[in-house]
């Protein structure tokens, strides 16, 4: 696979312990080219990095999130782990782009993410600019296809922005689901898309117009808090009730820059961690979510590693739900 590399061993160091108390010493390296045998779990969580920043740097934003990856791993290697011995937690490595060929990276992640899916594993990939999207969601697409049954895949995306920038001057990390939209227009299948916490301040009317139009459920971010829990939870539900599948991502730019400095767009005004995990208990316990990723990490910007804890603590709350 291009600018596929498995994972260095020194991403995942921390204190030592006896009984792999920490996730470091739980975590098995994986080498996809090489390795085809996966453990035989009950339960494996797969990391897959996602190591480009080409569409932020197309889309006039700030680079830097080519490190996000490694930034998250580092993070979550010095965490407890509380995961029984029946489920497994493998890094399987990372997809770059050093040639600023973001579509390949792209058609790549979705070849791995699929193979994943059909190792029954649950992905989480970690990014990388937002443009994961694209890639996540066509691996996803590809491994239900191949199961043959038609079904229906919906998208719910915690972030200030929409994303549904139009792509006809290129592609870049603004138009993920704008690109989905197109292509489950000419397959003719539904687009199911619902977005947590836009920003007004962030996403211009063409974008709220065309949100309009391709039929996106949305909150904005003022009401995005636990004063609107219930509210949120109604929207949240009637989505999920409507799909089969769930593919979520979580752009780390909808946090409130207080609690995620290190990204490319900073929300200085931005949603808080508890309502996040709000959201994440009611899309796992619905047992439709396949896959999961974590968008614009930015080591860049990221005083004491605030914003990659922050990543590592998501990731770590799914795993053990
Ligand atoms: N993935 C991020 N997309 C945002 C970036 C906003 C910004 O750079 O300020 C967008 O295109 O709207
Ligand atoms: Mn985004
Ligand atoms: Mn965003």
Request: some cysteine; overall charge neutral; charged content about 25%.
């Amino acid at each position: 696979m291009k600018h596929y590399t498995p994972t260095n061993p020194e991403r995942w160091t921390g204190r030592a312990s006896d009984q792999a108390q920490y996730l470091h010493e739980k975590v098995a390296l994986c080498n996809l080219e090489k390795e085809a045998n996966f453990p035989d779990a009950d339960q494996t969580f797969a990391i897959l990095g996602y190591a480009c920043d080409e569409g932020v740097g197309r889309n006039q934003g700030r680079t830097g999130a080519v490190k996000g990856p490694d930034a998250i791993r580092q993070q979550l290697a010095k965490m407890s782990n509380h995961l029984g011995e029946e489920i497994a937690l493998l890094d399987v490595g990372t997809i770059g782009c050093p040639d600023g060929n973001m579509e390949e990276a792209q058609s790549s992640l979705a070849k791995m993410v699929s193979q994943l899916l059909a190792k029954n594993t649950f992905p989480i990939l970690l990014g990388g600019g937002h443009d994961i999207a694209y890639g996540h969601y066509n691996g996803i697409k590809k491994f239900l296809a191949a199961k043959g049954k038609k079904t229906t895949l919906g998208i719910i995306n915690f972030d200030a922005h929409f994303d549904l920038r139009s792509n006809e001057n290129g592609n870049n990390s603004g138009t993920p689901f704008y690109q989905i939209s197109r292509d489950c227009k000419r397959d003719n299948t539904k687009f199911k898309y619902i977005c947590l916490g836009i920003r007004k301040d962030a996403n211009i009317k063409a974008l709220f117009d065309t949100a309009k139009e391709l039929n996106v459920s949305y909150i904005e971010q003022q009401h995005f808090n636990l004063h609107h829990l219930s509210n949120t939870k109604n929207k949240l539900e009637r989505f999920i009730r409507g799909v089969d599948y769930i593919y979520t991502t979580i752009d780390l730019d909808g946090f409130a820059s207080a609690y995620a400095p290190g990204v490319s767009a900073a929300s200085p005004m931005g949603f808080s961690p508890d309502m996040v995990l709000e959201c994440l208990e009611n899309i796992i316990d619905s047992k439709k979510m396949i896959s999961l990723d974590i968008a614009e990490m930015n080591p860049k910007y990221d005083p004491d590693h605030q914003t990659a804890k922050l990543a590592a603590s998501l990731i770590h709350f799914v795993m053990h739900q």
